[in-house]
């Protein structure tokens, strides 16, 4: 029987349908079996990829194999508490984690904490990149490290401030008077410790290129880089204590330290997974770590004697027999954040994001890669205010090093500019003004905006000097030098009055004017007015 032509067409369509799902069906199956096979050949055991920009892998691989972690003595892995394991490195602050386990204040709060004590021996060496990976990858559940590291590659939120260095952190160097010195030298630090954003910054601050203006000497440690130093492999060199004082053996000099440049500040990082899957876990640590503040600063001794007791003497450099003096040289230049400095700081975030809108800033104008995700992200400040709201955690007493601040309305009380030192003068210094008028042009604000307000707003030891200029044009009749330095010190108060209207203290500013030179006085040229129509900055340091 023959079909007619509709049938015959509509059998045809339907046979192309199905050869065509047939088609696609096959297609899929061999792209996710070709999709397999790749991820079985390049999938690598232990390693993850170093995050880059909002999240997203590079190509270089971290290994994730985390140095087993120190337990308490009270420690039970059969107790059914849960463990808590946070990585740090020896620093006096730090050493909180070591009087928790040793006063059993973990167990009491209901977990077991464990410690990866970086470079106590080589089983325990950690690359910046590795600890950031394993925080981010959620095997450890904190991370104590520096905000600017949070900055460069977000591994986790920040759930506490544990301190501000306050001359831990120094910068030294042979033949250099200024900041503006450095320029054409060879400066050595850690590389991606905190050692290298103390470079860059004090680099923006006298706006000198990391690239192209000095040239960088990495090394692996600060021991390392104080030891390239002084085998006159580099001019200046950037670390912490003790290692930097070592820089003396080749005649090296302090040039700049945190106690005046306020930028280093140390973080509890807490891993985003142990934050969404145990809350609770993370309020008991946290309620912990302000017990053991707490115990510190009301029982020095004690403390001391419980860190020394943890042992590793030698890495720590606490020990039984001077526990509390050598404590004490660990504190003296971190100004330690109490739960009432925590509250204050969680209360009120913008200063915190502020520090690290500027260290994304500062790490970017040096090239190196930053993520753009939400910076306000990166702060949860509730496990603090929930630590705050209970009593028994408020401490009755201060700690050793009871200056920090991380207000731009510094305390100056006690410091005296009677014996400053220039520190630097800062590259920007010519502003322009609205016509007749001492008041500042949009675009000067946004200058001071950008080269000076950062500085001041995390130093407790720069002042600024701001020395105003005027021209001398030719007038009928002449102007005199009242005139003059009248509108040259009124150019230079609107400069401090502005700075003043963002925050920064009155107090620290040293205000002055000056004349032209002799041979530009009642001039017509307007080239040479404009020579002598600036305000010059310079950040100056002081003592107490």
């Known amino acids: 029987m023959k079909m007619d032509r509709t049938r015959i067409i509509f059998v045809a369509i339907i046979a192309f349908g199905l050869l065509a799902t047939c088609g696609i069906i096959s297609f899929n199956l061999i792209n996710s079996r070709l999709d397999s096979d790749v991820v079985e050949v390049t999938s690598i055991p232990s390693e993850t990829p170093v995050s880059g920009n909002n999240g997203q892998p590079s190509q270089e691989t971290v290994n994730l194999d985390s140095p087993e972690p120190i337990w308490g ?33 973990d167990v009491e709060n209901g977990f077991h904490l464990g410690i990866v004590p970086f470079d106590l021996t080589d089983e325990y060496t950690v690359t910046e990149d590795q600890r950031t990976a394993l925080l981010d990858a959620g095997q450890w559940d904190c991370l104590l490290t520096t905000l600017d590291s949070v900055a460069l590659s977000s591994p986790g939120v920040i759930t506490a401030i544990v301190d501000e260095s306050a001359g831990a952190d120094q910068l030294w160097g042979r033949d250099i008077e200024t900041i503006n010195d450095l320029e054409g030298k060879r400066i050595t630090f850690s590389q991606g410790s905190v050692g290298e954003y103390f470079v860059y910054y004090t680099l923006n601050m006298a706006q000198l290129s990391p690239r192209s203006q000095v040239t960088l000497v990495p090394q692996d440690t600060v021991a390392d880089a104080v030891a390239a130093f002084n085998d006159g492999q580099a001019d200046v060199v950037s670390g912490w204590e003790p290692d930097i004082y070592d820089a003396e053996q080749s005649g090296g000099e302090p040039l700049l330290s945190s106690e005046q440049l306020r930028i280093v500040m140390d973080v509890i990082v807490t ?73 204050f700081v969680m209360r009120d975030t913008r200063p915190i994001l502020q520090r690290l809108e500027i260290a994304r800033r500062v790490w970017a104008a040096s090239d190196v890669p930053v993520p753009n995700d939400n910076i306000e992200d990166l702060v949860n400040s509730g496990f603090v205010l929930r630590a705050a709201s209970q009593p028994s955690l408020q401490p009755l007493a201060d700690p050793v090093n009871d200056t920090f601040s991380i207000s731009p309305q510094l305390d100056v009380g006690g410091i005296s500019t009677d014996a400053a030192a220039t520190l630097a003068v800062l590259p920007c210094r010519t502003f322009t003004f609205l016509p007749e008028s001492t008041e500042l042009t949009l675009e000067s604000r946004r200058i001071l905006d950008s080269c000076v307000v950062p500085t001041l707003s995390q130093s407790i030891g720069l002042f600024l000097r701001v020395r105003g200029s005027s021209a001398w044009p030719a007038n009928d009749p002449p102007w005199t030098e009242a005139d003059i330095l009248e509108v040259a010190e009124g150019r230079a108060q609107s400069v401090v009055d502005y700075l003043v209207s963002q925050g920064i203290d009155p107090a620290r500013f040293i205000v002055e004017a000056t004349l032209p030179p002799e041979d530009h006085w009642n001039t017509d040229d307007p080239n040479i007015q404009a020579q002598d129509r600036f305000v010059e900055l310079t950040l100056v340091t002081a003592g107490r």
């Open 73 to 105: 003595p009270d420690y039970d892995p059969n107790d059914g508490l849960p463990a808590y394991v946070c990585g740090a490195d020896a620093f006096g602050s730090y050493f909180t984690l070591q009087q928790m386990q040793m006063a059993g204040l």
């Open 271 to 343: 891993s985003r997974q142990t934050i969404s899957e145990d809350p609770d876990l993370v309020q008991n640590f946290h309620n912990a770590w302000f017990a053991a503040l707490k115990k510190q600063v009301e029982d020095f001794d004690t403390a001391a004697a419980q860190i020394a007791q943890w042992g590793n003497n030698d890495w720590s450099y606490v020990y039984p027999e001077s526990a509390s003096d050598d404590l004490t040289l660990w504190l003296e230049n971190v100004a330690q954040a109490d739960l009432g400095d925590n509250a």
